[in-house]
């Protein structure tokens, strides 16, 4: 038997890749707009769509990636940070995401997040996040990429993560430093390329356990 083409649907693409029996798949750079849920438990545990068309309806309420460790969505059209939340909520096992490069805002309207429990290390730089993004954020992380965004401030009070050991602020519109209120275990700190003109005296005494802060490029 000799078969020279072959023909599927789009939909019947997808539905091959979601239900592969691998533990790790790349789609890179091909345009894919959109992933099916597998139609049973999943062995992945790495995924990377990195560089596609995808967006905040991927994977939503699909409870088949319970085994999935690693997440890479950089470089997508996702716009919604608290339905990203909404994705990983099912993802019982979930340790890192990469939103990186995408159009990612939250607003207090939005409502609650939901993240994975698991989730201890996310990179959220290079996207459109503010001040809000504090009010969702997985309570705990431990390593947190904000990067390149649009922060002004992070008000005291408006986050609790009481895991988090490394925050990166830099190029964002800081106008002072953070306060660690918030943050009892930080140990790194990254607030270059922002608008420091006079670091708060007391940061060292509410952040007694950052043992490295980087700082250059500021104003001060």
């Not at 239900?19 to 890179?28: G, H, K, P, V, Y």
């Not at 990186?100 to 996207?127: F, K, M, P, R, V």
């Not at 002004?152 to 002072?176: F, I, M, P, Q, Y």
């Amino acid at each position: 038997v000799l078969i020279t083409d072959l023909y599927f649907t789009q939909n019947d693409l997808y539905k091959i890749f979601a239900d592969m029996n691998i533990e790790a798949l790349t789609i890179a750079e091909s345009d894919m707009i959109h992933m099916l849920c597998p139609s049973s438990d999943s062995p992945f545990r790495y995924l990377s769509f990195l560089k596609n068309d995808l967006t905040d309806l991927l994977f939503q309420k699909c409870g088949k990636l319970n085994q999935l460790e690693t997440l890479i969505l950089q470089k997508n059209k996702f716009e919604s940070l608290s339905k990203v939340s909404s994705m990983t909520s099912h993802m019982k096992s979930l340790k890192y995401l990469d939103m990186s490069n995408n159009l990612l805002s939250h607003d207090a309207a939005d409502g609650q997040c939901q993240w994975a429990e698991s989730l201890t290390e996310l990179d959220l730089s290079s996207n459109q996040l503010m001040d809000a993004v504090f009010e969702c954020l997985p309570v705990n992380i431990e390593k947190l990429d904000l990067q390149n965004n649009q922060i002004n401030s992070v008000a005291r009070g408006t986050a609790e993560l009481k895991s988090l050991k490394e925050l990166n602020l830099a190029s964002n519109r800081l106008a002072d430093l953070p306060g660690c209120s918030g943050f009892p275990s930080l140990e790194f700190l990254n607030i270059e390329m922002n608008s420091i003109l006079t670091p708060s005296a007391n940061f060292f005494q509410s952040c007694p356990r950052v043992r490295e802060l980087q700082a250059g490029h500021n104003p001060f």
